[in-house]
């Protein structure tokens, strides 16, 4: 069973710029949540998917935002990139409810 | 109240000894308390999990305590290996959506 894939593993983009990143889910799984790790801030909560649908949002601005396709695939946009905003991104994959969240082995964006 | 508080921020252990991490959480609502094992270039990977109906659930080397009227809960790692030296994060969830997640425990198993 293939895990989850986040593409591409490695970001390097200017301040300002908007940049997309991307998570398969495992096959099956109709929820996926977003992630930012920072070592300053540690993992926080960005937004998960279900069924293409936006079900939960984390406490970021506007900039962040994401969508999910019928095959479950996800995508997270940030727009007019910050300094800050460079961290590992995560994506977590899930069947819902209190099934295991398997995560990917992340994007790391790193913003100049 | 969606704050997860997890201690120690840093912990050092011989190897066979017991590594213990410690978290409370706030927000009574949170029903799924899952431990996460971070390796350097790594996704979080669950190692245990635990809902608030039971008060402690094993796994191999792994338990998790659950206090559910002082709102803590803990993990612990028995014979402690160097293979476990990692990050670990605590999480709590409500209905297993929108994790919220400790800032972790960077553990060291000394050899």
């Known amino acids: 069973k293939a895990g989850v894939t986040q593409t591409p593993r490695y970001l390097i983009k200017t301040r300002g710029q908007q940049v997309t990143l991307s998570c398969s889910p495992i096959s099956g799984h109709r929820s996926v949540s977003w992630y930012q790790q920072t070592p300053g801030q540690g993992l926080q909560f960005l937004f998960e998917?279900?069924?293409?649908?936006?079900?939960n949002k984390g406490n970021f601005p506007g900039r962040f935002s994401g969508r999910q396709f019928s095959n479950s695939r996800s995508e997270m946009n940030v727009s007019t990139l910050e300094l800050g905003d460079s961290a590992l991104y995560l994506c977590?994959?899930?069947?819902?409810?209190?099934?295991?969240?398997?995560f990917g082995q992340g994007t790391r964006l790193t913003v100049v | 109240q969606q704050q997860v508080k997890q201690s120690p921020q840093s912990l050092i252990v011989q190897k066979g000894g017991i590594s213990i991490i410690n978290c409370a959480y706030e927000n009574t609502a949170f029903d799924y308390f899952p431990w996460y094992q971070q390796f350097p270039g790594k996704g979080p990977a669950l190692l245990i999990a635990i809902r608030p109906d039971v008060s402690e659930k094993k796994e191999g080397r792994f338990t998790i305590s659950f206090n559910k009227s002082a709102k803590q809960f803990s993990l612990h790692i028995m014979d402690s290996q160097p293979g476990d030296s990692a990050t670990y994060f605590c999480a709590a969830s409500i209905e297993g959506q929108n994790f919220v997640f400790g800032p972790g425990t960077r553990l060291s198993v000394l050899p």
């Open positions: 977590a994959s899930a069947g819902g409810g209190f099934t295991e969240a398997f």
């Open positions: 998917y279900f069924s293409e649908t936006q079900r």
